[in-house]
């Protein structure tokens, strides 16, 4: 933790990962999501059964039961964010023995290596608070099984995201939603064939394919 001394008065930086610590337990009445645009980024992913799905930056897990409800039980989700406090609460939201099929771990994923590779990683609101974009992109890039999806969704547009995090708190008032068409080409770039740019006044879904 960073000290910045300000006329006499000692103000503690947080970490984002401090910042997201500290909404945990507030977080689900804090965070609202338009459940029928929830539902229309989730057609458009179109998860097939029995899939295997990396949650990145799930939080306390909003994304779980519209997954589950694709993937059905034979299908497997792991919920990965930095902010252990968030999977604190989805631990309590979707507990083991009622969702032996979904596991949370804590880590960042520029360090995250599974055994296994996934068919689909879902950013959900949670791009815009990765340091190195394009290197991020390749790392998931990375982590996906033959014709894998990457997916980086919003159910926002761009600039009401992007004015949202101004007005936060310093470690997450940079965070910046990169352009469709900026995500597309680190896509490309990272070996993945783009199939879906949605970057208006709605919504923000980009999905690449693994060629
Ligand atoms: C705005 S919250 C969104 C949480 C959840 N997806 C939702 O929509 O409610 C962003 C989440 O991403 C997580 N996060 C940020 N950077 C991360 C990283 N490098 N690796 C994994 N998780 C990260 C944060 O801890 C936080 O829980």
Known sequence: MKHIKQRNVIKLALTQREFFN????????????????????????????????????CGTGVLIPYIIEKIGYSGRIVGLDIAEKMLEKARQKFPH??????????????????RLFFDYIVCYSSFPHFPDKKNSIKKMASLLDS?????????????KINSLHQSLDKSVSSDILPSGMQVSAYMQSAGLKVETVIDDEEKYVIIGAKL
Do not use: T
């Open 147 to 159: 014709e894998g999806k990457l997916i980086i969704c919003h159910s926002e547009s761009r600039q």
């Open 22 to 57: 500290s909404l945990a337990s507030e977080w689900d009445n804090r965070a609202r999501h338009d459940p029928s645009k929830l539902a229309e980024i989730i057609n458009l992913i179109n998860f097939s059964k029995g899939a295997n799905v990396l949650d990145v930056g």
């Open 97 to 114: 023995q009622n969702f032996p099929n979904v596991d949370f771990v804590v880590g960042d994923i520029m360090n995250y290596n599974p």
